[in-house]
């Protein structure tokens, strides 16, 4: 079963920023997309940014022209960069790998802007 090991989270004023990483502790075989999701309190969890084996992305109409997703293939890493950062972004962010023949879920870092 894949496990995903996430960090970069923390505490931010609004404006600044963080970095989110994630990776898989063994080894994952044909790999799909990774990317990020969020839930913030009394709320549904929410598509944040996603990139596909190609390098194609998607991401959130709310979360475009400030976050930044990037992968290392070679280290099955994936990234996001995340700058301007509103209070509104605060949540909890999950790291999603999804491979040939199923997916996993980050356990979850906390992101928490201060206005």
């Known amino acids: 079963q894949v496990q995903l090991v996430e960090s970069g989270g923390g505490l931010v004023q609004a404006g600044g920023s963080l970095r989110l990483s994630c990776a898989p502790s063994?080894?994952?075989?044909?790999?799909?997309?990774m990317g990020w999701y969020r839930q913030a309190p009394g709320k549904q969890r929410e598509l944040v940014a996603t990139m596909a084996s190609g390098g194609d992305t998607n991401y959130a109409n709310s979360v475009k022209g400030r976050f930044t997703i990037s992968r290392d293939n070679a280290k099955n890493t994936v990234y996001l960069q995340m700058n301007s950062l509103k209070p509104e972004d605060t949540a909890v962010y999950y790291c999603?790998?999804?491979?040939?023949?199923?997916?996993?879920w980050g356990q979850g870092t906390q992101v928490t802007v201060s206005s």
């Open positions: 063994g080894t994952v075989f044909r790999i799909l997309t």
């Open positions: 999603r790998l999804v491979h040939i023949t199923g997916g996993a």
